[in-house]
């Protein structure tokens, strides 16, 4: 089939809110399409917008879902009748005990293990698909560290579209079955991530009828993430609160948070108050964090190497950008070894009952680290983005954890197992 996106720039589509595609590097505008690099300098493209007046209260009406923030997004506005997995609406925890142990006196954690595929993979995704169907694509794709796959593979069965996804073929076992579960085309790849990348940006300008949604709707994938943001402003009644932690993969969650509180204060939906946001990588996967660091805006790609997979982009899309919002606002970018993420998990679960994946542990760990340095201030209002479920990265605990003691089943037993 032909690609009416990449053939005609006279169609106008349906994509709510959405003007046109603007250029983050020389600001040029083009219309909107299925394009994510500048036609004049090869700078990733971005949506621009043009919002009506939008209420609270129209929010507040809307579905269970990030579909409440239609008109916020790139999306048709009958995005809402189409099949997709309506992801969104996770729980903000308010996190007492995670915060007297981080010494941090007023502490939410946004679990988005919550989502239809549990990471928030499903947010970018559900935006991707919604976007791609407008546009005039048929089938769903990506290269994926993980959860992507696992959203991407999910989203299209419920659409009942053909999927593609390319992921490494070292990735976790419980993340290439909850993939390939969904029936998709799944290709475990030789190599890291960023060579899958590589290869599914030659592809996308093979086959035009694939929408890889991190590649080429990349612009309207990003997007997805600021509902990350909306809804941890409309859950804390409608403010933003003074601090973010916020995990770094191509480091578009970061700077998609950050715009959407942006837009709030600027749309009038929130109080236009002083927000830092702070982000968190492993040390075995550390370029931004590096070029924080050593105050440069050079982002150096890395050979990833750490537990933390789903963050193991070793030459983040977004890096530049990340150091810009967080360089801007006043926060910073932390890195924590392999040990720390799993205390990071541990701690987590045994003071909030929440399992997080390796991602969750690398947030909950930079926060420790950050409050130490005294980067983070204990006294202000501070929300921890926990991205994804800890049932998909078991290995990275199955050393640390386990029964006390294998008893007879006796009562005597259980005393003595528990020195009673
Ligand atoms: C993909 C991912 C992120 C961050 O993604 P970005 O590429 O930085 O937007 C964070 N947490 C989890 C669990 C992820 O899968
Ligand atoms: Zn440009």
């Not at 032909?2 to 046109?20: E, F, I, N, V």
């Not at 809307?62 to 997709?84: C, E, F, K, M």
Request: hydrophobic letters at 40%.
């Amino acid at each position: 089939m032909t690609l009416t996106a990449q053939t005609s720039t006279t169609t106008s589509y349906d994509l709510g809110p959405a003007c046109a595609l603007a250029c983050r590097a020389c600001g040029h505008r083009s219309d909107l399409a299925a394009e994510f690099a500048c036609p004049q300098c090869f700078g990733p493209l971005e949506i621009a917008y043009d919002f009506g007046r939008i209420t609270r209260e129209d929010i507040e009406r809307g579905p269970r879902s990030i579909w409440r923030y239609q008109g916020l997004l790139p999306v048709p506005s009958t995005v809402a009748d189409h099949p997709n997995t309506d992801p969104g609406c996770t729980r903000l925890l308010r996190a007492d005990r995670l915060g007297a142990a981080l010494g941090i006196k007023n502490l939410w954690v946004k679990d988005d293990t919550g989502n239809p595929t549990h990471s928030f993979k499903d947010r970018v995704v559900a935006v991707a698909l919604a976007a791609a169907r407008e546009l005039g694509f048929t089938v769903l794709a990506c290269p994926s560290t993980g959860n992507l796959a696992n959203a991407t593979a999910a989203a299209a069965a419920r659409a009942g579209w053909d999927s593609v996804v390319l992921v490494p073929a070292s990735l976790e076992r419980a993340k290439i079955l909850m993939t390939a579960v969904y029936d998709t085309n799944l290709l475990a790849c030789e190599g890291t991530y960023d060579d899958v990348n590589r290869l599914a940006t030659e592809l996308a300008f093979e086959q035009e009828d694939w929408a890889f949604v991190n590649v080429n709707v990349r612009p309207y994938y990003a997007e997805g993430s600021k509902t990350l943001g909306y809804e941890v402003a409309e859950q804390l009644g409608w403010r933003i609160p003074a601090q973010t932690v916020i995990p770094i993969a191509s480091g578009s969650q970061l700077t998609k948070v950050d715009k959407a509180y942006g837009e709030l204060a600027a749309l009038g939906l929130v109080e236009d108050s002083p927000y830092k946001v702070f982000g968190a990588q492993a040390a075995g996967c550390s370029p931004v964090s590096t070029a924080f660091a050593e105050g440069t805006d050079v982002v150096r790609p890395q050979k990833p190497d750490t537990i933390a997979r789903s963050l193991a982009i070793g030459n983040p899309a977004d890096g530049p950008y990340v150091l810009d919002a967080v360089r801007r606002c006043g926060g910073v970018v932390t890195d924590v070894t392999d040990e720390e993420i799993r205390d990071g998990i541990r701690l987590l679960a045994r003071t909030e009952g929440v399992f997080a994946e390796t991602a969750g542990g690398v947030t909950v760990a930079n926060a420790k680290k950050m409050v130490e340095s005294g980067a983070l201030d204990p006294d202000a209002d501070t929300v921890l983005l926990i991205t994804g479920d800890g049932l998909k990265t078991l290995d990275a605990i199955e050393h640390q954890v386990g029964p006390k003691a294998t008893i007879p089943a006796t009562s005597k037993a259980v005393r003595e197992a528990l020195g009673l």
